[in-house]
């Protein structure tokens, strides 16, 4: 195919569906791998809400839990990367924001350019709300019309008119994105029109601590000095359980980290026999505790319990104590990639860089596919497939039951075959209409507010 020709049959279909189209002969930065990463993570949060919708919280319970199987494998340490670890994935995003939004800024310290840091610096700050919570209250409306035509339910009353629902979104979008609540507690982090968006305000917040950071550091061209005050700010939110800010003030300790060592390659490079040895044992670590199932009432934890002694007093409250060990996992996995060409080129091939390229509405909309579709489709196969069933616990609730692992197997097979394929391509096209234009959006009032720039938000002919 000729450069410009469009695509026909059923590969450009697939494209215009699914927008896959990234090549592997494609021109590579340096950070590429780290999209795919991103990629990647978001796609096993998504494994692990509807592995959630499928099983409910038995889906954690580790291999050798009473009730579980000898032939589910997938319960394993490591395979349960892929089963049910979307903790962990959070704290990789966050260790990700923390890199990349310092990464830029990392080169104009080390270099003494103050007048671009601070330009850059001032960019960032000004557009990050937007970047994060546009797109939000506009996928947020999905959620507000789904809720309204009664295709989900939701823990709050139906208003009568489609109106008084919108004006009671604003207001909860509204109160979800107040820029100045950065520290909340319960569910105060939640949009009660769509809980998928929890992650948005810690960003926020980690963002700002990013930020702060990096101005407090922007005088010192010392690495030793500067690394001082990179490891002392995250071991400290370590410490004081301020977990989402750990994650991010570590990102801006990595990315300065590289930096020093003159970028991925030469760090891969660099390596020694002992430090190879050093960074896959960490590695392996790092999927260990990935894996590792929160305390919880539907199931007992063989293998594991000893962990609960890792985890400092202030912690327990923070998800049993879990989260510490999930934001170690993250950490782990992320700064021992960081250090083999193997791994960061796996995340550079064109499938994880697709990934990264919709993470985001990949993200904030698959919940919408599983609640309707997901659970449209078990409904079906337990009206045909199943068989009655009544629980001790609700005697006057009968339910039906697949049984037997053939069916199980078949009808868990047949649910991602439909669920997936629809989740990227609403990813997609919420990328291309709300993520890639709420960019745009954002850099437009910058360059109104800055630059000097019209009120004519379309972009003008070079």
Same mark, same amino acid.
């Given at each position: 195919?000729?450069?410009?020709?469009?695509?026909?049959?059923?590969?450009?279909?697939?494209?215009?569906?699914?927008?896959?189209?990234?090549?592997?002969?494609?021109?590579?930065?340096?950070?590429?791998?780290?999209?795919?990463?991103?990629?990647?993570?978001?796609?096993?949060?998504?494994?692990?809400?509807?592995?959630?919708?499928?099983?409910?919280?038995?889906?954690?319970?580790?291999?050798?839990?009473?009730?579980?199987?000898?032939?589910?494998?997938?319960?394993?340490?490591?395979?349960?990367? !892929?089963?049910?670890?979307?903790?962990?994935?959070?704290?990789?995003?966050?260790?990700?924001?923390?890199?990349?939004?310092?990464?830029?800024?990392?080169?104009?310290?080390?270099?003494?350019?103050?007048?671009?840091?601070?330009?850059?610096?001032?960019?960032?700050?000004?557009?990050?709300?937007?970047?994060?919570?546009?797109?939000?209250?506009?996928?947020?409306?999905? =959620?507000?019309?789904?809720?309204?035509?009664?295709?989900?339910?939701?823990?709050?009353?139906?208003?009568?008119?489609?109106?008084?629902?919108?004006?009671?979104?604003?207001?909860?979008?509204?109160?979800?994105?107040?820029?100045?609540?950065?520290?909340?507690?319960?569910?105060?982090?939640?949009?009660?029109?769509?809980?998928?968006?929890?992650?948005?305000?810690?960003?926020?917040?980690?963002?700002?601590?990013?930020?702060?950071?990096?101005?407090?550091?922007?005088?010192?061209?010392?690495?030793?000095?500067?690394?001082?005050?990179?490891?002392?700010?995250?071991?400290?939110?370590?410490?004081? $359980?301020?977990?989402?800010?750990?994650?991010?003030?570590?990102?801006?300790?990595?990315?300065?980290?590289?930096?020093? $060592?003159?970028?991925?390659?030469?760090?891969?490079?660099?390596?020694?026999?002992?430090?190879?040895?050093?960074?896959?044992?960490?590695?392996?670590?790092?999927?260990?505790?990935?894996?590792?199932?929160?305390?919880?009432?539907?199931?007992?934890?063989?293998?594991?319990?000893?962990?609960?002694?890792?985890?400092?007093?202030?912690?327990?409250?923070?998800?049993?104590?879990?989260?510490?060990?999930?934001?170690?996992?993250?950490?782990?996995?992320?700064?021992?990639?960081?250090?083999?060409?193997?791994?960061?080129?796996?995340?550079?091939?064109?499938?994880?860089?697709?990934?990264?390229?919709?993470?985001?509405?990949?993200?904030?909309?698959?919940?919408?596919?599983?609640?309707?579709?997901?659970?449209? !489709?078990?409904?079906?196969?337990?009206?045909?497939?199943?068989?009655?069933?009544?629980?001790?616990?609700?005697?006057?609730?009968?339910?039906?039951?697949?049984?037997?692992?053939?069916?199980?197997?078949?009808?868990?097979?047949?649910?991602? $075959?439909?669920?997936?394929?629809?989740?990227?391509?609403?990813?997609?096209? =919420?990328?291309?209409?709300?993520?890639?234009?709420?960019?745009?959006?954002?850099?437009?009032?910058?360059?109104?507010?800055?630059?000097?720039?019209?009120?004519?938000?379309?972009?003008?002919?070079?």
């Amino acid at each position: 195919m000729k450069p410009g020709e469009a695509k026909t049959g059923s590969g450009g279909l697939l494209v215009f569906i699914f927008g896959f189209t990234t090549s592997r002969h494609d021109s590579l930065r340096e950070t590429a791998w780290l999209d795919g990463l991103r990629g990647v993570a978001a796609f096993l949060v998504m494994v692990y809400h509807y592995h959630l919708d499928m099983f409910a919280f038995t889906t954690e319970a580790p291999y050798g839990a009473p009730k579980t199987s000898p032939w589910e494998f997938w319960r394993l340490p490591y395979l349960r990367i !892929i089963w049910c670890s979307g903790h962990t994935q959070v704290g990789i995003f966050f260790v990700l924001s923390g890199f990349v939004l310092s990464w830029s800024s990392l080169s104009s310290i080390r270099e003494g350019r103050h007048e671009k840091f601070s330009l850059s610096l001032s960019s960032s700050v000004f557009r990050r709300w937007m970047r994060l919570f546009v797109p939000c209250f506009l996928i947020g409306i999905l =959620s507000l019309v789904q809720f309204y035509a009664g295709l989900i339910d939701l823990p709050m009353t139906r208003q009568n008119t489609f109106l008084a629902q919108l004006i009671d979104y604003i207001w909860e979008s509204e109160r979800f994105a107040n820029p100045f609540q950065l520290e909340r507690t319960g569910f105060d982090v939640f949009h009660k029109y769509n809980n998928t968006m929890w992650t948005m305000p810690v960003e926020w917040a980690g963002s700002l601590a990013v930020f702060l950071v990096l101005l407090m550091v922007s005088r010192i061209r010392s690495y030793t000095k500067r690394t001082i005050i990179l490891v002392t700010i995250p071991a400290y939110c370590c410490l004081s $359980a301020k977990w989402n800010y750990w994650l991010f003030t570590t990102g801006i300790l990595l990315a300065d980290y590289v930096k020093q $060592a003159g970028g991925f390659e030469q760090l891969s490079d660099r390596m020694s026999r002992h430090s190879r040895i050093f960074w896959i044992l960490i590695l392996l670590l790092g999927g260990w505790l990935g894996g590792i199932p929160q305390q919880r009432d539907w199931y007992e934890r063989p293998g594991y319990e000893w962990t609960d002694k890792l985890i400092p007093k202030n912690w327990k409250d923070i998800e049993g104590g879990s989260r510490f060990l999930w934001c170690w996992s993250g950490i782990m996995i992320i700064w021992g990639s960081s250090h083999f060409a193997t791994i960061r080129h796996f995340f550079e091939r064109p499938s994880c860089r697709y990934l990264g390229k919709i993470s985001f509405m990949l993200y904030l909309t698959h919940r919408m596919i599983g609640t309707i579709v997901g659970y449209w !489709i078990r409904k079906q196969f337990a009206n045909a497939l199943g068989t009655p069933y009544i629980s001790p616990e609700k005697p006057d609730v009968e339910l039906m039951v697949i049984r037997g692992v053939f069916l199980n197997v078949f009808v868990y097979l047949v649910d991602w $075959a439909c669920m997936l394929p629809l989740a990227l391509a609403l990813a997609n096209w =919420s990328t291309i209409l709300v993520d890639e234009p709420s960019v745009r959006f954002a850099k437009w009032v910058d360059d109104i507010f800055v630059s000097g720039g019209t009120l004519d938000p379309e972009p003008r002919a070079a």
